[in-house]
């Protein structure tokens, strides 16, 4: 690991001054950690904001980048104006990624042709990631997975930096709780945020609320099912999903899973 975190300042070293695409997540932030340590202000992180960001995710964005000490900047991408993303088909990761890119790019060359890196890693290569292929039409670099850092090791080496989010749990976009083929709304993406917000309210940590129809389904890591079972708290689970809009509302018992957006899923019965 020592090996791959050498390798990772190296790599950042010879890249020099870039923009950093920056999502607030254990990726991104070690990236952002690194970058400000190895290029100081030469390294700006960049938090594209968008009703798909959910505005805790955007609060902790900028609280990291004020921890570390980078430049940091937020600016506006547009992919709920291009239908193809709206409609969310396979390829939805690919328009956002475009997008953002896209905006990057002009920032790129309005700083005199920064280079873009991303926190992709190695766990990534295996995965469907439409938006890799966005990255790399931008010629944005990937880091973390040139200098060989897994998941794993990118948790215990920020960890070891004190980063706050070394065990922080996996994020993803708010579109990514919406079916495959059911249009991205802002209203339905808010619905979602909404939620997703009151239940770790309750003290849960690892909410996924995924949309069916009218309905949602609530999946919750192993030790948040296992408190949800208890039928207080499960109650509590679910009026909070009622409050923020939905018609109804189950817990899924098989919990929190990645994938669960595109995984073959009955309707909840509710």
Known sequence: ?????????RI????????????????????????????????TAI???????????????EFL???????????ETREMDDPRYV?????RCYYCKSELFRVLEVLAAEAGGRALVYGAILDDLGDDRPGLRAAAEAGARAPLVEAGLTKEMVRA???SLRLPTWDKPAMACLASRIPRSVSVTREVLGRV??????????????VRVRVHGEGARVELDGDGLARS???????????????????AAVIDPLGYRTGGRSAPQAAPRI
Not at 1 to 9: D, F, G, I, P, V
Not at 12 to 41: M, N, Y
Not at 195 to 206: V, W
């Open 87 to 91: 409609r969310n088909d396979g390829a």
């Open 229 to 247: 079972a208890r039928p207080s708290e499960g109650l509590r689970v679910i009026e909070a999903v009622l409050a923020a809009g939905f018609g």
């Open 47 to 61: 938090t594209a904001v968008s009703p798909s960001l959910a505005v805790a995710e955007r609060r902790e964005a």
């Open 1 to 9: 690991m020592e090996a791959q975190y050498a390798a990772l300042k």
């Open 193 to 206: 945020e909404r939620a997703e917000a009151a239940i770790r309210a309750l003290g849960y940590r690892q």
């Open 157 to 159: 080496i920020s960890r």
């Open 65 to 75: 980048a004020d921890l570390i000490g980078i430049r940091h900047r937020f600016v």
């Open 12 to 43: 950042l070293q010879e890249i020099g001054p870039c923009l950093v695409a920056f999502s607030g997540g254990v990726d991104s932030t070690l990236l952002v950690k690194v970058a400000r340590d190895v290029l100081g202000d030469g390294a």
